[in-house]
């Protein structure tokens, strides 16, 4: 097969060759559509012949919709039959898949006929029959694409599917990946199929003995029978005949059997012929015998392979049948009243022939055209599943039992058989629990003396088992001479006297070249004598499987091939020759040696390297390090066989451990550890580490790569306290700053006490929250001082501290305010944030203090700020995914009025505070109902807890 590349239309696929075999797993409908779209408008811009199997998520409509609309000239290439759509539920591959794959083939053989390149085919019936769909694509102009629901499929599944195909494409994160498949080697395809060869002669064995039918094969010429298992019916043929002829067929009757088979052999088709034969207990009985070709790679036909039934009992039946109709037949020509008078008898008659029909499976019926109801036997009612005579039958109830691909044929024969013709046809039907059968019917319209039709009658027999039977000896002869492998059967004298197109394709003679030549032509002079030594093993009964060696190409060259040998036994039991299984290996034996060369050259490189390289399996347990590793101050013999647990300090192990299950699940990544040293002391060391997996892809370890970083972790210690000390030294003096400006404006505000032309409520007023927003600003700096971590502030704490101030500063006499807070711990906010938010607590705590209680004795303020879950429609006004808090400071006092327009007030502090929400990027709301409430919500990204509580190390 040509080696030109082929467009995949597929733009992560690339240029794919003839053979090439992937796979897509989907989640969509429009997965499935993204990808076999431009894939077939590829195929069918590329003169290739397409086949889409559609998946059960689409049907036929939706396929063609979606074809239209990315393909503006499809109806051309459907109406020109360049494309062709089948629903997935058009066969059954579990029941049969051989046969399904033969119906491909036969697509490809058509495709060619009508001048296109090749095939391009998609479906997505073929799970855990990958394998078998790849050796036909291998030996074809074909590509495939086989599509899966991933939903539909566990992890192993996923895996075993990926490894049956050379790629496969599945979506991650919005984009569509291919995913190489190293998993198909030589040896693994080597060992299946030698399987399944190994076991061919022995399936062949149990199908002859198990089939209901007599089986023979015959010469190509039809001069020999070589061999027949009569099943009782005929005499076995125990060694070859060439007077079968004479002793299976009548006399008369052999001129017409062997025109038939004549007529076969000039056509290289398939014989097919009902005749009397000589049973085995002497007496004459009936066969339907039918018979197959097996061509060689020139189209000669090598052998017939053939089955037959005996259907003695069906024509006795049909004769008696025949006889009455050709009796009552005669009678209407001549006197109507002795015609009612036959029929009478024939209904006296109809038990023994129902007896009949139910062993032959053949039934007999009627057709009145007046009434267009049938008359059926009671086999009839059986052969489609109903009870007899419970029910009346007209033309139209029939043709729902037909398959509706063969109602258009059985109209046809219909329209012969009224130009007088009579009907013999096959078709098939479904009976009532769906499941198919296949019948052969004969039939003739009777005519009355005005050559008017009247009716029809016939006969209908099941046949489904016979066809079952002839398919399945098909396949399993087209499986040997399709596979890839040498398949050769030499006699023990050592000459070949069987040649597949494998042995033509591993060792590159013909078998016109090959056949009837000692095998030892194969035999390279180094290793002269090796055939007959094995042969001689062969024929003691001895199996020689998977034997490794040398052998001789037709060109000359000297291959690696692996040889699977067994005996062939006769009827009798005995050995008369020897059947090999050769698989050419070279490319695997070469692969080999390149392996071993480049696991030489890396196993050097691994030991004179200054990184500390080692290996970890399944269990954590060290299986390899190289000699760096000895810097731990153990040697290797103490290292290997021990868990990396015994050598991981104490605060380092959770790291270890959550780093392990990474690996355990693919995720590779590098992580710094604290390492323990057999004298007890410590090192750090930066671990880059990668996952492995085997073919089965199961964990098995991981490869593991230390970088000793002591030193850089003692520089980077002194450098962080250096960096703490001095930003708890700003801290400190922005905190003694800020006080500073607190008591200059306290100052301040006495001197304007004595001033009368001054409101001194007002300018007091001013100047105090003035200090109070100072204060606050200055109790975060003291916050952060105390608390050591100098970059975030622990939020509720200093909330605490920030009331009690406000308090004691607003001394409201005798009058009984109480605090309230509901504050969640640990909300940790960066001084961008601490401060705005402040300063609005600030703002709103101090208007309630002086506003809400003028006329009260007592009153309650309360204080939450907690996280909080937005509700979706929330959710849409908030683009940022950081946490989400509400603030709510509320009181029971007098309220605010409610026509006041909070925008209108140009009070400073609600100025203030509108401003800080802006700046927070948040929103609030503010009620006056049994006092006033503000609620603001916000989102901040918080940090993390053990660093700014300052408990990392």
């Known amino acids: 097969m040509g080696e030109k590349m082929r467009k995949s239309g597929i733009g992560i696929a690339g240029e794919i060759s003839w053979g090439a075999h992937f796979c897509q797993f989907y989640q969509t409908k429009e997965d499935l559509v993204n990808i076999l779209i431009p894939y077939f408008k590829a195929g069918l811009e590329n003169n290739e012949f397409c086949l889409w199997v559609i998946s059960e998520q689409l049907d036929k409509e939706e396929a063609k919709e979606a074809l239209n609309t990315y393909i503006p000239d499809i109806n051309f290439y459907l109406e020109n039959g360049q494309i062709e759509i089948l629903s997935y539920t058009y066969r059954h591959v579990e029941e049969d898949p051989h046969m399904i794959f033969n119906h491909l083939i036969e697509k490809i053989n058509k495709a060619l006929a009508s001048g296109y390149d090749g095939l391009r085919y998609s479906g997505n019936d073929f799970f855990d029959h990958e394998e078998l769909l790849g050796s036909i694509i291998g030996k074809y102009p074909m590509i495939s694409l086989c599509t899966y629901p991933i939903d539909k499929f566990s992890a192993t599944d996923v895996l075993d599917i990926v490894a049956n195909h050379q790629f496969a494409l599945t979506k991650k994160e919005g984009k569509w990946e291919r995913i190489e498949c190293s998993c198909q080697k030589n040896n693994k395809e080597c060992k299946q199929v030698e399987a399944e060869l190994s076991v061919s002669e022995e399936r062949f064995s149990a199908l002859v003995t198990a089939s209901s039918v007599i089986v023979y094969r015959v010469s190509p010429d039809w001069s020999e029978m070589r061999y027949l298992y009569g ?224 009716r029809v009658i016939g006969t209908t027999q099941d046949i489904t088992e016979h066809k079952k039977a002839e398919e399945k000896i098909q396949n399993l002869a087209n499986v040997v001479e399709s596979s890839t492998e040498a398949i050769i059967t030499k006699s023990f004298d050592g000459i070949i006297t069987s040649w597949n197109k494998g042995a033509e394709y591993v060792y590159g003679y013909s078998a016109e070249e090959i056949l009837d030549k000692p095998i030892s032509i194969l035999e390279p002079s180094i290793l002269t004598g090796e055939t007959e030594k094995l042969s001689q093993m062969v024929k003691r009964g001895e199996k020689i499987q998977q034997y490794e060696t040398l052998r001789l190409r037709k060109d000359g060259k000297v291959i690696n091939v692996s040889l699977t040998i067994f005996p062939v036994f006769d009827n009798q039991g005995k050995i008369t020759a020897a059947s090999i299984i050769a698989t050419d290996i070279t490319r695997r034996k070469e692969a080999e040696e390149k392996l071993r060369e480049s696991e030489e050259k890396y196993r050097n490189i691994v030991e004179i390297s200054n990184e500390g390289i080692y290996l970890v399996d399944d269990e954590a347990k060290i299986i390899y390090a190289n000699k760096i590793m000895e810097t731990s101050g153990y040697t290797l013999e103490e290292l290997i066989g021990r868990p990396i647990w015994d050598f991981i300090s104490e605060e380092s192990m959770p790291i270890a451990k959550r780093s392990f299950e990474k690996r355990r699940q693919g995720i590779n990544d590098s992580y710094e550890l604290k390492l323990m040293r057999k004298d007890g002391s410590f090192i750090w060391g930066l671990i880059s580490a990668k996952s492995l997996f085997n073919k089965e892809g199961k964990f098995v370890g991981y490869l593991g790569m230390l970088t000793d970083i002591t030193e850089r972790k003692k520089a980077e210690e002194v450098l962080a306290n250096i960096e703490t000390a001095r930003k708890k030294e700003i801290h400190h003096r922005i905190k003694n700053n800020l006080q500073v400006i607190s008591s200059l404006l306290d100052l301040q505000a006495e001197q304007f006490k004595n001033r009368e032309c001054i409101g001194n409520s007002e300018v007091l007023e001013a100047f105090r929250e003035s200090q109070d927003r100072v204060i606050s600003m200055a109790l975060i700096h003291e916050e952060l001082y105390k608390g050591g971590g100098f970059e975030t502030l622990n939020f509720s704490p200093y909330i605490q501290e920030l009331t009690n101030t406000l308090f004691q500063t607003y001394r409201l006499g005798n009058t009984d305010i109480s605090l309230s807070m509901d504050l969640e711990e640990n909300l940790l906010f960066d001084i961008d944030t601490a401060v705005p938010l402040g300063i609005i607590i600030n703002e709103l705590v101090s208007n309630s203090l002086k506003h809400a209680f003028p006329d009260r004795k007592k009153g309650e303020i309360q204080i939450k700020l907690h996280r909080e879950e937005f509700t979706e429609l929330e959710s849409k006004d908030w683009e940022s995914t950081s946490p989400a808090f509400i603030l709510t400071i509320s009181d029971n006092g007098v309220g605010i009025p409610e026509n006041l327009n909070i925008e209108d007030l140009d009070s400073l502090g609600f100025q203030l505070v509108t401003s800080l929400v802006d700046q927070l990027d948040g929103k609030f709301e503010l009620k006056s109902k049994n006092g006033t409430e503000f609620t603001m919500k916000f989102r901040v990204a918080e940090k993390d807890n053990l660093t700014q509580i300052g408990l990392k190390s």
């Open 231 to 454: 099943r009782g019916f005929l005499a076995n043929t125990e060694s070859p005949s060439r007077t079968w002829l004479q002793e299976y067929v009548p006399l008369e009757d052999q001129p017409h059997v062997m025109a038939v088979i004549n007529e076969a052999m000039r056509t290289k088709s398939i014989y097919e012929l009902e005749h009397r034969v000589r049973l085995a207990d002497g007496s004459l009985g009936w066969i339907f015998s039918r018979a197959v070709p097996l061509l060689d790679a020139n189209g000669e036909i090598v052998e017939w392979f053939g089955a037959a039934s005996d259907i003695t009992k069906s024509k006795e039946a049909e004769a008696k049948l025949k006889a009455t109709l050709d009796n009552l037949d005669n009678l209407v020509k001549d006197r109507t009243e002795e015609l009612q008078k036959a029929y009478d008898s024939l209904k006296q008659s109809e038990k023994s022939l129902a007896e009949a029909q139910e062993i032959a499976h053949l039934g007999n019926w009627e057709l009145d055209f007046a009434s267009n109801e049938f008359h059926w036997s009671d086999e009839m009612y059986r052969i489609f599943g109903l009870k007899p005579q419970k029910s009346k039958i007209n033309y139209d109830t029939f043709l729902n039992y037909v398959h509706p691909d063969d109602r258009k044929h059985i109209d046809n024969a219909a329209k012969e058989a009224l130009k007088g013709k009579p009907s013999d046809i096959n078709f098939r039907i479904i009976l009532s629990n769906e499941k198919e059968r296949i019948v052969h019917s004969k039939s003739e319209i009777v005519f009355d003396e005005k050559e008017n039709p009247v």
